[in-house]
C-alpha cells in the first residue's frame, strides 16, 4: 500500500516554519530540535538555497512539517528569489521560529515579526547560537530585543542544547493558539448517519488508488462512525435501492453535480468533494459571494484558474478544460483564462475579474486562507471549483455548503 494511506497528509499537518538571517543557526537548530540532520549545516552563508520540508512528529504537537528557509537577508538576483520562497513558506507557516543574532540592526526581523503578528501567526522568538556569548552578554541582548520589538526571545545552542527542550515546550503552548481542529464534513453529519461517496475514477486518479480529498473524507467518515458506502455514478441508484432508509448526506464529485442531484432521494443532503474542501480549507461565505461574480462575466473578462496541483494536462482536466468550457459557454470564446499550477501565485491579480481555486487538499488551510486575504485586499473576488460548477448548473441553492 502506498505509505501516503498510512500517514497523515503533509497538508493536515501543522507548519512550524524557521526564519531568520543567513547564517543565523536555522538549519542547525532544526536538527537540534529533532536530533536528525534534516538540514544541511555550513558555515557558508546561504547554504539553504530553497525551503527544505521535514514531516515528523513532535510529542505534544503532533504531525509536523518542519520549514527550513533561506535567510531573509539574502542580496542579488539568486537571492531575492529566495527570499521569495521564504515569503510564500511563511504563507504556509503555522507556528512562526523567528531567530535573532547579535546584528545591531534589527529592522529587517521587526518587519518579519510584523509579518507574522498580521496574519496572526504564533511567533516563538529564540537568540541564537547562545553558547558563542557570555550569559550577561545574552541576557543583555534579551533585554534590547524585547525592548525594541516587545517580544521575550527564548536563548537557544543548538551546539550545547541549552535551550531546546524550551523551545519545544514554547512551540507546544503555540499550538493551542492555532485554530481548532476542522472537520471536513462539519455538522452536516452525526454518529450512525449513512453517508455515500460517489466517485467517478478519472484518469487523474492512477490505478489501485484514490485522490486524496476521497481518502481524506472516508476517513472522517468512518472516524466518526458514519454507515459509508463508495459507489461510482453508475452504481448509485443501485446503492439507493438496496438501502431501507435515504442517506443522510451524498457527496459527489463535483463533474457529476447535476447527474447525481437528478438521482438523490429528495430526504437526502448533497454537496460534493470540492464544496467540503472550500469551507474546510478556505472561507466558504467569501466564496459563494465571489460567485455571484460571473453573472458580470464578458468575452473581455480575465479568469485565474489557480491549482494546488502539478499534474500533467489531461483531456477532460476539470480546471484546464471543464470550467474554463463553462465559462466561455456563458460569456463567448473570448473570455481570458489564465492557469498556475502548485505555489504558483501571482503576486499581482488586480487585473484579474475572479480568481477561481481549487479545493486545495494539497496545501494547507494557512496557506488558502493567506490567498483569500491577498484577493480581498486587491478587492478581487475569489471561489472555488465546486461553488463555480454548482452555479453554472444552477444548484447552488440546493447543496450543502458544508463548515461548523
Not at 255 to 281: C, G, H, I, N, W
Amino acid at each position: 500500500m502506498d505509505k501516503s494511506l498510512n500517514t497523515t497528509p503533509v497538508a493536515s499537518r501543522t507548519h512550524i516554519g524557521f526564519f531568520g538571517r543567513m547564517n543565523a543557526g536555522k538549519s542547525s537548530l532544526i536538527n537540534a530540535l529533532t536530533a536528525q540532520p534534516v538540514s544541511i549545516v555550513s558555515e557558508e552563508a546561504g547554504t539553504t538555497t530553497d525551503v527544505v520540508k521535514k514531516t515528523m512528529e513532535i510529542h505534544g504537537i503532533g504531525p509536523c512539517v518542519l520549514l527550513d528557509t533561506a535567510g531573509f537577508d539574502d542580496a542579488g538576483e539568486l537571492g531575492s528569489l529566495r527570499t521569495a520562497a521564504s515569503a510564500k513558506a511563511a504563507d504556509s507557516t503555522d507556528i512562526a521560529v523567528l531567530l535573532f543574532t547579535d546584528a545591531e540592526d534589527r529592522a529587517i526581523e521587526i518587519e518579519w515579526a510584523e509579518r507574522f503578528r498580521q496574519a496572526n501567526t504564533p511567533l516563538v522568538a529564540v537568540l541564537s547560537r547562545c553558547d558563542t556569548r557570555s550569559g550577561e552578554a545574552n541576557l543583555a541582548l534579551q533585554e534590547s530585543i524585547r525592548r525594541e520589538t516587545g517580544l521575550e526571545v527564548l536563548p537557544v545552542s543548538a551546539e550545547t542544547g541549552e535551550g531546546i527542550d524550551e523551545l519545544r515546550e514554547a512551540l507546544i503552548a503555540s499550538v493551542t493558539k492555532t485554530p481548532e481542529k476542522r472537520y471536513i464534513m462539519g455538522g452536516l453529519i452525526q454518529e450512525g448517519d449513512t453517508v455515500i461517496l460517489v466517485m467517478p475514477q478519472d484518469p487523474q486518479a492512477p490505478e489501485g488508488r484514490l485522490i486524496l480529498p476521497e481518502v481524506q473524507t472516508i476517513r472522517e467518515a468512518l472516524d466518526r462512525r458514519c454507515v459509508t458506502l463508495c459507489v461510482q455514478p453508475e452504481e448509485l441508484p443501485l446503492a439507493l435501492d438496496r438501502l431501507k432508509e435515504p442517506p443522510q448526506l451524498i457527496i459527489t464529485d463535483s463533474q457529476v453535480f447535476d447527474r447525481v442531484y437528478d438521482m438523490k432521494p429528495e430526504a437526502s443532503r448533497l454537496t460534493s468533494f470540492s464544496v467540503l474542501f472550500a469551507a474546510y480549507k478556505g472561507d466558504i461565505r467569501y466564496y459563494t459571494e465571489s460567485v455571484q461574480a460571473i453573472r458580470n462575466l464578458t468575452e473581455e473578462s480575465k479568469i485565474l484558474i489557480a491549482e494546488c496541483c502539478t499534474h500533467a494536462p489531461l483531456d477532460e482536466d476539470i480546471g484546464r478544460v471543464k470550467i474554463p468550457a463553462l465559462l466561455r459557454k456563458k460569456t463567448g470564446p473570448g473570455l481570458t483564462v489564465d492557469i498556475t499550477a502548485g505555489a504558483d501565485f501571482p503576486e499581482n491579480i488586480r487585473d484579474y475579474d475572479l480568481v477561481i481555486q481549487c479545493g486545495g487538499c494539497m496545501f494547507n488551510r494557512k496557506y488558502i486562507c493567506s490567498r483569500i486575504d491577498k484577493a480581498k485586499e486587491a478587492g478581487v473576488p475569489m471561489t472555488n471549483y465546486g461553488i463555480t460548477i454548482a452555479y453554472l448548473k444552477n444548484i447552488l441553492d440546493r447543496i450543502e455548503l458544508g463548515g461548523e
